[in-house]
């Protein structure tokens, strides 16, 4: 079975400043999708960025890139010039590829985030 | 911008009592989940549904859970007994394809308190 950790309960960062949150996954499959979702306080989890594991490209939306290193089944999330805005709880989750359970989200417990002024 | 809504944001039961959550997908969506986090864990996949059907379950996801899609908007989650252990955050996603890059969009949950 798949798993997701973050291993960080808790980050905090200065405003304007860079902060990496840690996401390591333990799977058999080679094809696969890996998310960030950010959840703000009393709002729903939306979609920050995604990597398919077949690229070796790293994703990047704007301040937000992943650091992917498939061999280490390492997923980071490097947020740039971090705003008020990007305190959240944020989630590491995984997807199967192609065949089966294409619908399941595997997700990590989570990393609580917090942007000093 | 379209969005998932959830009803009721809190709910309080007691133990043995049913239960129904209530989503309302995004309209043109077709794959509907329900996901959900006791407080402190990780969010855990409960079940999606398709075309009528659940299309895949949880072992989480027993007989004492039932969905339900009774008209074209509103998708449901029944828990027919609740224990004490059933409270937790309940989440409604929906996505317009089953695909594997297909973008779930999640409500604002649910919280089921059982007394």
């Known amino acids: 079975a798949q798993t997701v950790t973050q291993s960080q309960p808790e980050m905090s960062v200065q405003e304007a400043e860079t902060v990496t949150l840690s996401c390591t996954y333990d799977?058999?499959?080679?094809?696969?999708?890996l998310f960030w979702y950010k959840q703000p306080p009393s709002r729903q989890m939306i979609l920050v960025i995604r990597?398919?594991?077949?690229?070796?490209q790293n994703a990047t939306e704007n301040r937000f890139s992943v650091n992917f290193q498939k061999a280490a089944k390492s997923f980071s999330l490097k947020i740039s010039d971090s705003q008020l805005g990007d305190a959240a709880m944020y989630f590491c989750?995984?997807?199967?590829?192609?065949?089966?359970?294409?619908?399941?989200?595997?997700f990590g417990k989570g990393t609580l985030l917090t942007v000093n002024p | 911008e379209p969005e998932v809504t959830q009803t009721p944001s809190h709910q309080v039961t007691q133990m043995g009592q049913e239960v129904i959550l209530r989503c309302v997908p995004i309209s043109n969506h077709l794959y509907f989940y329900w996901y959900r986090q006791i407080l402190g864990q990780k969010v855990e996949f409960l079940v999606s549904?398709?075309?009528?059907?659940?299309?895949?379950k949880s072992e989480i996801f027993d007989d004492q859970f039932s969905v339900e899609r009774p008209d074209g908007s509103n998708f449901t989650l029944k828990i027919r007994s609740t224990k004490l252990e059933d409270s937790a955050m309940y989440f409604c996603?929906?996505?317009?394809?089953?695909?594997?890059?297909?973008?779930?969009?999640f409500g604002e949950g649910s919280r089921l308190t059982v007394l």
């Open positions: 549904f398709y075309n009528n059907e659940i299309s895949e």
């Open positions: 990597q398919e594991a077949y690229k070796q």
């Open positions: 989750a995984y997807r199967r590829g192609r065949g089966g359970s294409n619908y399941k989200l595997t």
């Open positions: 799977t058999s499959e080679s094809d696969y999708y």
């Open positions: 996603a929906s996505s317009q394809t089953g695909t594997n890059t297909g973008e779930l969009f």
